[in-house]
């Protein structure tokens, strides 16, 4: 994300950058089972430090998760 300062400079906002992997599952039919079919790289691109759950817009979805720690998200894909 581009801000400007207030000399009119654009300057670099720093982003949260915490990931998360979010795994998308089917049912497997006649079973209880469910597999990942597809497994999806999320990084939040909230403001570095910012307070409540991350967030990545190009995916919408936001999740709460210890920093420095990769959080699991799981959807089926009937929920999608």
């Known amino acids: 994300m581009t801000t400007v300062g207030a ?3 654009p ?3 720093s982003e949260c950058g ?13 079973t209880t089972t469910n597999v990942v079919r597809e ?20 995916r919408g979805e936001s999740w ?4 420095g720690k990769v959080a699991t998200l799981l959807r089926n894909e009937d929920e999608l």
């Open 7 to 9: 000399a009119g400079t």
């Open 11 to 13: 300057w670099m906002m």
């Open 18 to 30: 915490s990931r998360a992997m979010l795994a998308i599952t089917q049912n497997v039919e006649g």
């Open 39 to 58: 497994r999806i790289e999320l990084v939040c691109r909230k403001a570095a430090g910012h307070q409540g759950p991350h967030h990545d817009p190009d």
């Open 64 to 67: 709460e998760g210890a920093a």
